[in-house]
Nanobody, 123 residues
Framework: QVQLVESGGGLVQAGESLRLSCSTS????????IGWLRQAPGRERESVAT????????AYADSVKGRFTISRDNAKNTVYLQMNSLKSEDTAVYYC????????????????WGQGTQVTVSS
């Protein structure tokens, strides 16, 4: 079993930055591929960024490329999502999710989910 806890959400103005963290416990962190997904009111959940077990593979949604960076610290069992130049359309609940096995970029199927953290960007 894997437990995922997101933190770092909040209310910011457009153009500002936030860093989300996803802390994990349970199954060996190094065996997990991790993704950040988001869901805005009235919209389907979408994948934002993913990172492979070793950290060498990353992928991003077109809408966040060049603004968001996903990274992981295996010593701290934590994955980060650095979000810069935030826009009002980035407002959503952000979830981190984990999956073992192979890394498939933006088409991962996740086995474990966190509870989510709210990000609100005012324009």
């Amino acid at each position: 079993q894997v437990q995922l806890v997101e933190s770092g959400g909040g209310l910011v103005q457009a153009g500002e930055s936030l860093r989300l963290s996803c802390s994990t416990s349970g199954r060996a962190f190094r065996s997990l591929n991790i993704g950040w997904l988001r869901q805005a009111p009235g919209r389907e959940r979408e994948s934002v960024a993913t990172i492979s077990r070793g950290g060498s593979g990353t992928a991003y949604a077109d809408s966040v490329k060049g603004r968001f960076t996903i990274s992981r610290d295996n010593a701290k069992n934590t994955v980060y999502l650095q979000m810069n130049s935030l826009k009002s359309e980035d407002t959503a609940v952000y979830y981190c999710a984990a999956a073992g096995g192979g890394y498939y970029g933006m088409t991962m199927n996740y086995d474990y989910w966190g509870q989510g953290t709210q990000v609100t960007v005012s324009s």
